[in-house]
Nanobody, 124 residues
Framework: QVQLVESGGGLVQAGGSLRLSCAASGRTFSSIGMAWFRQAPGKEREFVAYISRRGVGTYYADSVKGRFTISRDNAKNTVALQMNSLKPEDTAVYYC?????????????????WGQGTQVTVSS
């Protein structure tokens, strides 16, 4: 079992930045792949970014590439999402997710554990 707790959401103006953090507990953090997803009102949950177990591989949705950066600290059992140049369309609840299988996937069904989510609101 893995427990995930997100933090760092909030309200920001367009063009601003936010940093989300996710704290993991329950098993060896360096053995799981980590990702961020988001879900806007009335829309399906969508993939944002993924980072491999040791942080060597990172993948991003086209909509956030060049603006968002995913990182992890295996010593502190945390994964972060640095979000820059935020746009109103980035407004959503952001979820941290963990995947026991090493391979990368953008499908939410491929993730075994989820946090409770943190709200990000970008005003125009």
């Amino acid at each position: 079992q893995v427990q995930l707790v997100e933090s760092g959401g909030g309200l920001v103006q367009a063009g601003g930045s936010l940093r989300l953090s996710c704290a993991a507990s329950g098993r060896t953090f360096s053995s799981i792949g980590m990702a961020w997803f988001r879900q806007a009102p009335g829309k399906e949950r969508e993939f944002v970014a993924y980072i491999s177990r040791r942080g060597v591989g990172t993948y991003y949705a086209d909509s956030v590439k060049g603006r968002f950066t995913i990182s992890r600290d295996n010593a502190k059992n945390t994964v972060a999402l640095q979000m820059n140049s935020l746009k109103p369309e980035d407004t959503a609840v952001y979820y941290c997710a963990a995947r026991e299988v090493e391979s990368y996937t953008i499908a939410s069904s491929g993730y075994d554990y989820w946090g409770q989510g943190t709200q990000v609101t970008v005003s125009s």
